[in-house]
């Protein structure tokens, strides 16, 4: 059986010693007196909750999965899922990060994310429940009505209710301009809903008494295409005036899907049929006010997968020290034992170090577009809101597509750690890897992440957020770039930065000749920017170590802290020289293909 320990120390270097984050809460008023102490207090406490509650229901929920009652359209979780999220609520989790005043306790979204990190780890497949109500908190927090915030929000704060978010269609994937769901406006102010939506995660169940399902459907004169589609709260049963619960909406779930993996969560088929529903935000631009919600969700499915990286590290590390088999290359290390621990054995170190570095980098990854998003959010000064907005931007796809993409390896090379044994259910490996691959599919595959991060973020604005980091990357080269010590982290992120406007630059002029060439490139170049990206954070985490060792601390977290980011510029940074090169080979060789596919 698998086992659980919450990350808290390596949360609180990357969040205290790193981004030193306290500090930049007191320029941010509604967080101005959160202290390291009330953090560390409040993920000890979540941790207990997800190793505790949360994860011993891991195993079980996936061997039981969702049940649909198809004369009834109702949905039963697994055996505890209920009662765990009752304790769920009744500890204030879902307030977390919620707004004061609709119940929320106003914590930093950094520390929502660092409990959902844990969450994720413990149980994806659960944690997907109340996850998605966070997406649906702040989609109608940005574009509701006074009436609908007044209606809804004060329930999802507290977790009474949960949210979803209905976009898919079964002709349609990720492109919603063919989405073909109807809005027809009524005499009362209201829109009667029809249509069929797939793929709703958390679309049914039996957790909450109440589910706010958020539709983009089209009004009847809607331009064709993305540019008319608007956005609907259709609630599962109708809300009266008073806040009490009333008729049952014409919205439910018709099927559930049969998947891969993440059993425990009912993925639904959701049948509209003159569902009633209130408009969030203006005609025909509800795609704009869904994507508050996708943007959640993308930094959300980039945890889960870190999550997962980070309990499938550490089921495989302990395993790998315990499982005798053959003796090291370099001489028996276990002479009181018939054969040495394979942890012994390098390729079994590397599976190991990958998934631990792919943890620590997106760890560090994730609390700083956390910290980006508070200050976007709630910094005094407009240009710094505006800045960490922008920045957050270009950071999103990369955490989404190159934090999943790692997430996958990880989970397959810890699997790979235990051999036959990981191929075996009751290990729970196996598990890990059916979970994770949804991640590089869903909210928006990872090529339309790479799509977006070259076509939209980079080269739809020359490059000038690209270069925002550049800078940041530049100013810890200029302070670093003479400390011998610090040379192996700055070096390569030196010379990968010189050469990605370069790189950037040259598929940019392709492009404008044949758009394809982006199309072609924008895969390998996302995975390009997330090593830099990552790069950057290990080099500031290098730094933060060797400073403590410098000044005598003998704690050896920082020393292997140094290990595995020199274990990373040897073995996964390099990847982007293939890369690039990769990129550079253009698109023929994929266009010009046609007798290849015939």
Known sequence: MPTYTPPLRDMQFVMHEVLKVSDEFKALPPHAEVDADTINAVLEEGGKFAAEVAFPLNISGDTEGCKLDKSTHEVTTPQGFKEAYAKYVEGGWAALSCDPAYGGQGLPFVVNQCFYEMMNSANQAWTMYPGLSHGAYECLHAHGTEEQKKIYLPKLTSGEWTGTMCLTEPHCGTDLGLLRTKAEPQADGTYKITGAKIFISAGEHDMTSNIVHLVLARLPDAPVGSKGISLFVVPKFKVNADGSLGERNAIYCGGLEHKMG????????????????????????GLAAMFVMMNAARLGVGNQSLGLTEVAYQNALAYAKDRIQMRSLSGTKAKDKPADPIIVHPDVRKMLLTAKAYAEGGRALQCFCALLLDKELSHPDEKVRKESGEMLALLTPIVKAFITDNGYEAATMCQQVFGGHGYIKEWGMEQYVRDARINMIYEGTNTIQSLDLLGRKILGNNGATLK????????????????????????????????????????????????????????????????????????????????????????????AKLQTARFYFAKLFPETATLMRTARAGSKVLMDTDLALA
Do not use: C, S, W
């Open 468 to 559: 925002k980091f550049g800078k940041l990357v530049g100013q810890l080269v200029e302070e670093e770039g003479v400390n011998e010590k610090m040379a192996e982290f700055i070096n390569p992120i030196a010379y990968l930065g010189d050469q990605m406007t370069k790189f950037t630059t040259e598929i940019g002029f392709r492009g404008m000749q044949n758009p394809d060439e982006v199309g072609a490139a924008a895969v390998d170049y996302l995975r390009v920017a997330g090593h830099l990206v990552f790069g950057y954070f290990f080099a500031r985490m290098a730094q933060v170590a060797l400073r403590e060792i410098a000044a005598g601390n003998t704690d050896p977290f920082y020393q």
């Open 262 to 285: 993440i059993h425990g969560n009912a993925t639904a088929q959701i049948v509209i049929d003159g569902a009633t529903g209130t408009m969030v935000g203006q005609p025909n631009k």
